[in-house]
């Protein structure tokens, strides 16, 4: 492996190793600039990967040998795969003059959004120079896909099952000279250099050549099993559909939506921990997981529903509580963190400042969108935007709140529904009030080792689970465990609050597992509290319009014991 060692004049905004990728100005981040509309918003969307998959032809040939032709450019190319994945961990070398940026903190949700959106860019090039290449009758068809093109996301929510393409070794598609058979660019990421340098990647002599996912592969025994992945994934499935709803229905600022450091415990970032611990292999680890070709998958999804988010609270947020950042993100130590604070390094389109947390609050500046938010992003009265949020709720409630299966496709079935939603909004039934039952979960992060989960057992089954990377490595961490299916399994009635609260307080109990498989009893980590609560939550006849929460009430500290 050869990097390049090279001052970058422009910027030092943070500690910089001595290496340096061979960059000679900054890279801009401006998002995708074909297929775009004339009016604004009108940008082409984001498919679900298993959507374009399906569906086969131009989009899909062109997207996995973009990938393939990124994955095998240079490691020392900042515009490679290698170069952008390494933005988010290891090798921990500038990029833009700023690094290492690593860590999850308020800015999780900003700043993998120019982060995608320089992949995206970087890989629309890839597949606008290989659609040029196509001749004859084709020829239109694919140059119309790769305009068209944006990355795809993968709706772990919605099926929380490996996208089949993620699969096979090996792929067939069609490419500029007829078929064409290829390494799966989806499978796996091959490193550039087997073993990897050791000063870059220490402790990787017994890593396999390429990344992994299921278990902590070595060189002598990889495992790349999708069954395992699914099982995994089986496990937390249902936690993942209740915790995503939660986030939108509970979670009424930008910083309950974003970060585990919010006291609420709502947030994004907790169902997505989960899903990387679950894929398990170089996926859940922080430092290389960026590599995995599916990490693009399933951030993608999180910026989607975190774009969701923002429409169904008609924008009522796009900041964030000022907090002293801790050393991530290319920030200093300490330094006051706002919404209009630089998401490095990642430059707006002029080159010269950073982007913010409020130049990356929507994704038409960055010439994309998403099919639900179609009617959204074009509104331009209170009327026409009421009416768009009214159906994007709609869309929420019938993916994630009981109702239905994934997006899928480009969405216009979608779209029209939501086109409809005045009759809709009109037949609300009178209000009933339900109880709804979960776990709140406060841990100091410097107590643990980590990667790990919080694995919250009621008897023999399986309640749900906290799950922690492995930055940051400090402050308070916070989640909560939806417990009314639960409740529903161990054949209680949610409104019998005594009974409830009896069998809950007998059985739950709880354990640290760790990245390795070890386990830990819960009770020993000092700082870990569990909480059991409920309050009461109004549902309405309307199938836009969220339910309404009352005051929480707390019944009982499971951990540590009352």
């Not at 739950?508 to 386990?519: C, D, F, P, Y």
Request: glycine share 8%; net charge negative.
């Amino acid at each position: 492996m050869r990097i390049i060692v090279r001052l970058i004049p422009w910027v030092s905004c943070a500690p910089v190793t001595a290496l340096a990728r061979d960059q000679q100005q900054p890279v801009p981040v401006t998002g995708m600039t074909t297929g775009l509309g004339s009016g604004a918003g009108e940008c082409p969307t984001r498919w679900e990967v298993n959507a374009m998959h399906d569906e086969g032809g131009p989009r899909w040939d062109l997207y996995i040998q973009g990938l393939a032709a990124l994955q095998n450019k240079t490691d020392t190319d900042e515009l490679s795969h290698f170069g952008i994945s390494g933005i988010h961990g290891r090798p921990y070398i500038p990029y833009n003059g700023v690094g290492p940026v690593s860590g999850d903190e308020k800015q999780f949700v900003a700043w993998h959004r120019p982060y995608l959106a320089l992949y995206e860019q970087t890989l629309g090039a890839e597949i606008q120079h290989i659609a040029s290449e196509y001749s004859g009758d084709n020829a239109s068809a694919y140059r119309d896909a790769a305009d068209a093109f944006r990355l795809p996301y993968w709706d772990w929510a919605a099926d929380p099952t490996l996208p089949p393409a993620c699969a096979p070794e090996r792929v067939k598609v069609w490419g500029p000279g007829g078929a064409l058979a290829l390494r799966n660019p989806l499978y796996s990421y091959r490193w550039p250099e087997h073993p990897l340098n050791q000063t870059l990647f220490p402790g990787s002599l017994d890593w396999p050549p390429e990344t992994t996912r299921a278990s902590n592969s070595s060189a002598a025994n990889p495992d790349f099993s999708p069954d395992a992945v699914n099982a995994n994934l089986r496990r937390v499935a249902d936690q993942i559909k209740d915790q995503v709803y939660r986030t939108f229905t509970y979670a009424s600022t930008y910083d309950q939506m974003s970060s585990m450091a919010d006291p609420t415990g709502v947030s994004l970032e907790a169902s997505h921990n989960i899903i990387h611990n679950a894929v398990g292999g170089s996926f859940a680890s922080l430092d290389i997981t960026a590599f995995d070709p599916l990490f693009m998958l399933h951030h993608a999804n999180l910026d989607r529903l975190a774009a969701l988010w923002r429409a169904a609270h008609g924008n009522a947020t796009d900041t964030w509580e000022p907090y002293a950042s801790p050393g991530l993100y290319g920030t200093a130590r300490g330094a006051n963190v706002t919404a209009e604070s630089p998401l490095r390094p990642f430059y707006q389109p002029d080159g010269r400042a950073f982007h913010t947390g409020l130049s990356a609050a929507a994704t038409p500046p960055f010439g994309y969108g998403y099919a639900e938010l179609a009617d959204w992003d074009r509104a331009r009265d209170d009327a026409a935007h009421d009416r768009a949020r009214r159906g994007v709720v709609a869309r929420v409630i019938e993916v994630y709140g009981g109702g239905g299966g994934s997006g899928g496709g480009d969405g216009k079935a979608t779209v029209n529904k939501a086109k409809k939603l005045d009759s809709v909004a009109k037949e609300n039934a009178e209000g009933k009030e339900e109880e709804e039952w979960f776990l709140k979960v406060a841990v100091d992060r410097s107590d643990l080792e980590l990667p790990c989960s919080i694995n919250v057992f009621a008897g023999d089954i399986l309640a749900g689970c906290m799950a922690l990377l492995a930055m940051p490595r400090e402050g308070l961490a916070h989640a909560e465990i939806p417990l009314q299916r639960t409740v529903r399994r161990l054949g209680l009635d949610a409104a019998d609050r005594s009974a409830v609260e009896q069998a809950l307080r007998e059985q739950l109990r709880a354990e640290v597992r760790g990245s390795n498989g070890t386990t830990t009893d819960a009770k020993t980590i000092a700082s870990l509290q569990l909480h059991l609560m409920a309050l009461a939550v109004t549902t309405h006849g309307s199938k836009s319009e969220f339910p309404v929460y009352g005051e929480r009430t707390t019944y009982v500290k499971i951990l540590p014991a009352s």
